[in-house]
């Protein structure tokens, strides 16, 4: 495990912790995830990404009411990516996070939410977080999710 991926969540105070997965979007591994809202962090397996306030081996945030199904279509997107030859890498320019897990591997942190907390408002406090940390977001982030 990574252990200081997580580290710009220092000011983030929940009694809850995330919980680490590896090999996320490789065939079937997101069968662990539970059927609830949350949100994940994709994370490098050897890569540090440069951000104006640092570097750090996160590289996408996101949120999804239902972690096991947004994690699945996840990685059949990166299967596909895996699969494709150049002809197609040009009209999937959009999918850069999964080119990022292709070329740098990838793990995950998950965390659910509490009560009746939203996913959405989950994502945008620990986007948030990186942003206030790093001075950027994720560069697999569209600019201002967190809005």
Known sequence: ???LDLSFLHSFARKERFTFLPD???TNQYEHLPLKRGIYIFVSKNQ???YPG???RVFYIGKSD???RRIREHSRKYQEVCNENKRDFLSRWQYGRYYYAKAFGCDSYYLLTVGVEESKALE????ECFYDR???LPVGN???SFR
């Open 134 to 136: 790093f001075k950027a």
């Open 142 to 144: 569209a600019a201002f």
């Open 124 to 127: 945008s406090r620990i986007l």
């Open 24 to 26: 996320v979007l490789e």
């Open 66 to 68: 239902d972690l096991r």
């Open 54 to 56: 640092g570097e750090s």
């Open 1 to 3: 495990m990574h252990k």
């Open 48 to 50: 540090k990404f440069i």
